[in-house]
């Protein structure tokens, strides 16, 4: 069984559209999260929620907005798509909200905004 | 704030060669420190950690020692094969908020026959 899914795995939109990508665990974790690959492979954090606690980027425009549902959803949704949104967006969970640091990654959802 | 640094690749290298990719690190109290593999096409996964000052962290012949003199944590492997081409990432996770963590730029492994 897959541990982190999303879906899609593929995402091609046009600028201006709003599009979510959707994320499950079956692990049973706490703590999710969204994180963004450039291509360049340069990897950022975008949001962390713990149970029903939102941690979020500052970074992070707010056209980026995720949503639980339960424990085991964190979708990402986004506003507004811009051309510099295109990227590999990769979903997360970890057991701990402590220290432990280890996560586990979905598969990753390649978003090309045209 | 935190920060990862290691070197930029890619390394190209021979079956059976010696592997190291350096990382350092910037960050404030006793972070926990980790190497991520990325297969291409796949998500990040994790490939060993360490969480304090000179633990070594090993899985699949690769190791990295925790050094906080040095602020380092350098991943290594003695022998590597094709099947190890892939992205490496150095990470720290800091005792904050959501247990987040911090990544280095990705260091890309091609291994050839």
């Known amino acids: 069984d897959t541990a982190v899914s999303q879906t899609p795995k593929y995402l091609v939109t046009q600028m201006g559209n709003d599009k979510s990508i959707k994320c499950e665990q079956n692990l049973g974790h706490d703590t999710m999260y969204w994180y963004k690959q450039d291509s360049k492979k340069f990897l950022k954090i975008m949001f962390s929620y713990n149970n029903k606690e939102l941690i979020i980027n500052e970074t992070v425009p707010n056209r980026f907005s995720p949503k639980s549902p339960d424990k085991a959803h964190l979708n990402l949704h986004i506003n507004s798509l811009e051309l510099g949104d295109s990227a590999v967006y990769f979903c997360a969970s970890s057991p701990h909200s402590g220290r432990s640091g280890e996560q586990y990654f979905g598969p990753g959802t390649r978003l090309t905004v045209t | 704030g935190d920060s990862v640094t290691q070197m930029e690749g890619p390394v190209t290298l021979s079956e059976e060669a010696f592997l190291t990719i350096n990382c350092t690190y910037t960050a404030t109290g006793y972070p926990s420190l980790f190497w991520y593999v990325q297969y291409p096409g796949e998500g990040l996964q994790l490939l060993l950690k360490?969480?304090?000052?000179?633990d070594k962290g090993s899985n699949k012949g690769f190791e990295a020692t925790y050094r906080k003199e040095t602020t380092s944590f350098h991943l290594e492997k003695g022998s590597v094969q094709v099947s190890d081409s892939a992205v490496y990432f150095c990470a720290l996770s800091d005792n904050n908020a959501g247990n987040m963590l911090t990544f280095g730029g990705g260091t890309r492994l091609m291994v050839k026959p």
């Open positions: 360490a969480t304090k000052a000179d």
